[in-house]
């Protein structure tokens, strides 16, 4: 049911009976919606709206980034697939210190460039269980806008003008600004060594189109020149791997996220800390529910931040970060009267007793759903991590590297210190939710430390409030901690929240900062709903991005 006084923009949730999908950009879902017309599941339709957002939003996705996903059958059986992509072997903290590079990596070029493309493995091992469609069939659109040009988006066209003097100062990327000008939106921007790129994965596949094929050691060796410590073999002894993901229960509803290297276990944790308070109750909007959302994320975040890393490297007590008892103990440091300060929340357990250095992760990020006619589920998500990833284009392939490998900390003592081999910290987190033991809600949003807040936005305004799943997209935002750009970790408020309600919060010492109506801070959210009840699929997309829900 949805609430009938909720919010609405006069897009509606769009309803269809036999598949949907749901991106950031509508080409991307269009390229979806056609492949499930001819047959294809959900997985063949997820890799098509990833092959495109390769194309169409250069700047948050490619194919030189990692990507996670979650997927479900009508059974309500979930799986998980990690396509996140380790340190190189050379990539040592002596190597960079070597160059001169002894307290961070550098964010942005070659340097930054040290981790092994995960994504494109992913979709090889998806669709080797689940497609249905030939590999080849899932890029014809893809290849045809990089090779034609792509229509520039309004969230592309605002981050070439964001990064014009980046892209400028970078001969690779020039052609992303021509003639020194950011594109605007409407013109086309074409990609054609990209698009030679995408037809040699079609024709030859993700293993000899790129790991072990030419295009990759060209990738490579490209990247080397620059002064990347990726080389063939990194890319060679790479595979993307399935995995049990982490769950907890949330008023009937079981939540699905990844474990570790991803912050999924940032997510439950919110879930299982406002769990013990009646949300309904502060009723959706009002300076209760605000406050003790961002409270709940300061505790879960103190932990995320003393934990995540490679899961393979350290041993995260997940157990424990994830009991309901835990939480409960936790939540009792939350006061309804006054916020708690977000730097000075301790973690619950320590890593060690040596305090190391806080980095707040950044990045943008594309996430996108589908739902096939025989009711496969997918919920995924891609990125290059920072805006245009590592800001260069590698050699005669299209293909930007992303720069997911400079959070790594240089620092010894710190759990997501490099290592050869080792995946870092990573903001990236499908969600997927079940309810009586069947697939309810595929959902995700971009926006590095507000995906772990919009997650239990969605799921709260979904369960607590009734809303349908355009109103749960469309309600307005917060974000605990750094928007992208900045180093104070404010509460960020969406403008359309009242002025009394942010007054009464920063009563409550809360750092309110506001930010416009329709603010890109606050992430792409991108969800669909499985109405058993009515044998209908409820799909909603963010009117904050470029995209479309589209179902048949």
Same mark, same amino acid.
């Given at each position: 049911?949805?609430?009938?006084?909720?919010?609405?923009?006069?897009?509606?949730?769009?309803?269809?009976?036999?598949?949907?999908?749901?991106?950031?950009?509508?080409?991307?879902?269009?390229?979806?919606?056609?492949?499930?017309?001819?047959?294809?599941?959900?997985?063949?339709?997820?890799?098509?709206?990833?092959?495109?957002?390769?194309?169409?939003?250069?700047?948050?996705?490619?194919?030189?980034?990692?990507?996670?996903?979650?997927?479900?059958?009508?059974?309500?059986?979930?799986?998980?697939?990690?396509?996140?992509?380790?340190?190189?072997?050379?990539?040592?903290?002596?190597?960079?210190?070597?160059?001169?590079?002894?307290?961070?990596?550098?964010?942005?070029?070659?340097?930054?460039?040290?981790?092994?493309?995960?994504?494109? #493995?992913?979709?090889?091992?998806?669709?080797?269980?689940?497609?249905?469609?030939?590999?080849?069939?899932?890029?014809?659109?893809?290849?045809?806008?990089?090779?034609?040009?792509?229509?520039? !988006?309004?969230?592309?066209?605002?981050?070439?003008?964001?990064?014009?003097?980046?892209?400028?100062?970078?001969?690779?990327?020039?052609?992303?600004?021509?003639?020194?000008?950011?594109?605007?939106?409407?013109?086309?921007?074409?990609?054609?060594?990209?698009?030679?790129?995408?037809?040699?994965?079609?024709?030859?596949?993700?293993?000899?189109?790129?790991?072990?094929?030419?295009?990759?050691?060209?990738?490579?060796?490209?990247?080397?020149? @620059?002064? !990347?410590?990726?080389?063939?073999?990194?890319?060679?002894?790479?595979?993307?791997?399935?995995?049990?993901?982490?769950?907890?229960?949330?008023?009937?509803?079981?939540?699905?996220?990844?474990? &570790?290297?991803?912050?999924?276990?940032?997510?439950?944790?919110?879930?299982?800390?406002?769990?013990?308070?009646?949300?309904?109750?502060?009723?959706? *909007?009002?300076?209760?529910?605000?406050?003790? $959302?961002?409270?709940?994320?300061?505790?879960?975040?103190?932990?995320? #931040?003393?934990?995540?890393?490679? %899961?393979?490297?350290?041993?995260? &007590?997940?157990?424990?970060?994830?009991?309901?008892?835990?939480?409960?103990?936790?939540?009792?440091?939350?006061?309804?009267?006054?916020?708690?300060?977000?730097?000075?929340?301790?973690?619950?357990?320590?890593?060690?007793?040596?305090?190391?250095?806080?980095?707040?992760? *950044?990045? =943008?990020?594309?996430?996108?759903?589908?739902?096939?006619?025989?009711?496969?589920?997918?919920?995924?998500?891609?990125?290059?991590?920072?805006?245009?990833?590592?800001?260069?284009?590698? @050699? #005669?392939? @299209?293909?930007?590297?992303?720069?997911?490998?400079?959070?790594? !900390?240089?620092?010894?003592?710190?759990?997501?210190?490099?290592?050869?081999?080792?995946?870092?910290?990573?903001?990236?987190?499908?969600?997927?939710?079940? %309810?009586?033991?069947?697939?309810?809600?595929?959902?995700?949003?971009?926006?590095?430390?507000?995906?772990?807040?919009?997650?239990?936005?969605?799921?709260?305004?979904?369960? #607590?409030?009734?809303?349908?799943?355009?109103?749960?997209?469309?309600?307005?935002?917060?974000? $605990?901690?750094?928007?992208?750009?900045?180093?104070?970790?404010?509460?960020?408020?969406?403008? %359309?929240?009242?002025?009394?309600?942010?007054?009464?919060?920063?009563?409550?010492?809360? &750092?309110?900062? $506001?930010?416009?109506?329709?603010? =890109?801070? $606050?992430?792409?959210?991108?969800?669909?709903?499985?109405?058993?009840?009515?044998?209908?699929?409820?799909?909603?997309?963010?009117?904050?991005?470029?995209?479309?829900?589209?179902?048949?």
């Amino acid at each position: 049911m949805s609430a009938p006084h909720g919010p609405r923009t006069g897009r509606p949730p769009t309803r269809a009976d036999r598949g949907a999908v749901s991106s950031p950009h509508v080409l991307a879902s269009g390229a979806g919606l056609a492949v499930l017309r001819r047959g294809g599941s959900a997985v063949d339709a997820a890799v098509a709206v990833n092959a495109l957002l390769c194309v169409a939003y250069p700047h948050m996705a490619g194919l030189g980034g990692d990507g996670f996903w979650l997927i479900a059958g009508p059974d309500g059986a979930v799986e998980a697939l990690n396509a996140s992509g380790p340190a190189a072997a050379t990539a040592t903290r002596d190597w960079y210190a070597e160059r001169g590079h002894t307290e961070q990596v550098p964010v942005r070029g070659a340097l930054s460039a040290l981790t092994v493309p995960g994504a494109l #493995d992913g979709w090889r091992l998806a669709h080797e269980r689940y497609g249905r469609l030939a590999w080849a069939d899932l890029f014809e659109d893809a290849v045809h806008y990089a090779r034609h040009g792509v229509p520039v !988006s309004r969230s592309l066209s605002d981050w070439l003008v964001e990064d014009l003097e980046l892209l400028s100062g970078e001969a690779s990327t020039r052609h992303l600004v021509p003639a020194g000008r950011a594109l605007r939106e409407g013109e086309r921007l074409r990609q054609p060594e990209l698009a030679t790129s995408l037809e040699v994965i079609a024709a030859h596949g993700a293993r000899a189109g790129f790991y072990e094929g030419e295009l990759g050691r060209r990738f490579c060796q490209a990247l080397e020149v @620059g002064g !990347s410590p990726l080389r063939p073999d990194d890319l060679a002894a790479y595979h993307a791997q399935w995995e049990e993901p982490i769950s907890t229960d949330y008023r009937g509803h079981t939540v699905y996220e990844l474990r &570790p290297n991803t912050q999924g276990f940032a997510a439950l944790q919110i879930l299982n800390l406002v769990e013990g308070f009646d949300v309904a109750a502060w009723g959706d *909007g009002t300076p209760d529910y605000y406050h003790h $959302m961002a409270e709940a994320v300061k505790l879960a975040f103190a932990d995320r #931040d003393e934990w995540l890393t490679d %899961r393979h490297w350290v041993d995260i &007590p997940l157990r424990t970060l994830l009991d309901k008892e835990y939480a409960a103990r936790r939540r009792a440091l939350i006061r309804t009267e006054r916020a708690m300060v977000m730097d000075e929340v301790e973690p619950g357990l320590r890593f060690s007793p040596q305090t190391h250095r806080r980095r707040a992760p *950044g990045g =943008d990020t594309c996430a996108f759903t589908s739902v096939d006619r025989d009711g496969l589920v997918v919920s995924a998500i891609q990125s290059i991590y920072h805006d245009f990833g590592s800001a260069m284009i590698v @050699g #005669d392939t @299209g293909i930007i590297p992303q720069n997911r490998g400079s959070f790594f !900390s240089l620092d010894e003592t710190h759990p997501n210190r490099m290592e050869p081999g080792k995946r870092t910290f990573h903001t990236l987190i499908p969600g997927l939710a079940c %309810r009586d033991g069947r697939p309810w809600l595929a959902f995700g949003s971009m926006g590095g430390e507000g995906q772990p807040q919009t997650h239990a936005a969605l799921l709260t305004r979904l369960i #607590d409030f009734g809303y349908d799943v355009q109103q749960a997209i469309e309600a307005p935002r917060w974000l $605990m901690g750094h928007t992208w750009g900045t180093t104070v970790k404010d509460l960020s408020l969406e403008g %359309r929240i009242g002025d009394e309600v942010a007054r009464e919060l920063q009563r409550r010492r809360q &750092p309110v900062r $506001m930010l416009p109506n329709w603010d =890109d801070n $606050m992430g792409h959210a991108h969800a669909i709903r499985i109405d058993a009840e009515r044998g209908l699929l409820e799909a909603g997309a963010d009117p904050r991005g470029d995209g479309a829900a589209l179902g048949y």
